[in-house]
Antibody, heavy 116, light 107 residues
Framework: QVQLKESGPGLVQPSQTLSLTCTVS????????VHWVRQPPGKGLEWMGR???????YYNSALKSRLSISRDTSKSQVFLKMNSLQTEDTAIYYC??????????WGQGTLVTVSS | DIQMTQSPSSMSASLGDRVTITCQAS??????LIWFQQKPGKSPRPMIY???NLANGVPSRFSGSRSGSDYSLTISSLESEDMADYHC?????????FGSGTKLEIK
């Protein structure tokens, strides 16, 4: 059974670094890619970046200078780090697995609030 | 980057109405488009993939179509459970891009 679960701090101070973990089960990170998507409260979805099954990454150009995605395949975890956080980075952060380009599997999302 | 222009941003319709939501792609995406439904407090759920294919478990009143660079999601007869936000996503080219979303309300 495929599952993804995001975890991380609910509150981050402005200018600080966000660190999130996506822990997956039911599949191997060496067989499937994992993407990160975020959604500010009451707004639309924004694609952030991808960790490909071969370890390659790709980032949203608007976030590229602040964003880093990595993984630990032995722990079935994908990590997101984003620095210089501002209030506009307040959002629900999701990890999702494409799987035949259908994006059928999503985590529950984790709300990150940027505030002092 | 490919821009996905989604319309309308919100709409209100009556039960039984036929509803259509559209995304226009700024470049050719060759049917590489997914429609998602998202209910409050929930993760997105894929409804249509590859522009016209119904995802598993999705009611047959949902359908997807394409006309040139315009991709549409149609609900043939609106039901109360269809009240949700709808998003399109192109996956033809990185970076992947979403439409701005449509909020569908029931009159």
């Amino acid at each position: 059974q495929v599952q993804l679960k995001e975890s991380g701090p609910g509150l981050v101070q402005p200018s600080q670094t966000l660190s999130l973990t996506c822990t997956v089960s039911g599949f191997s990170l060496m067989d499937y890619s994992v993407h990160w998507v975020r959604q500010p409260p009451g707004k639309g979805l924004e694609w952030m970046g991808r960790m490909k099954y071969d370890g390659d990454t790709y980032y949203n150009s608007a976030l590229k200078s602040r964003l880093s995605i990595s993984r630990d395949t032995s722990k079935s975890q994908v990590f997101l780090k984003m620095n210089s956080l501002q209030t506009e980075d307040t959002a629900i952060y999701y990890c999702t697995r494409p799987g035949a380009n259908r994006f059928a599997y999503w985590g529950q999302g984790t709300l990150v609030t940027v505030s002092s | 980057d490919i821009q996905m222009t989604q319309s309308p941003s919100s709409m209100s319709a009556s039960l039984g109405d036929r509803v259509t939501i559209t995304c226009q792609a700024s470049q050719d995406i060759g049917n590489n488009l997914i429609w998602f439904q998202q209910k409050p407090g929930k993760s997105p759920r894929p409804m249509i993939y590859y522009a016209t294919n119904l995802a598993n478990g999705v009611p047959s009143r949902f359908s997807g179509s394409r006309s040139g660079s315009d991709y549409s999601l149609t609900i043939s007869s609106l039901e109360s459970e269809d009240m949700a936000d709808y998003h399109c996503l192109q996956y033809k080219q990185y970076p992947l891009t979403f439409g701005s979303g449509t909020k569908l309300e029931i009159k």
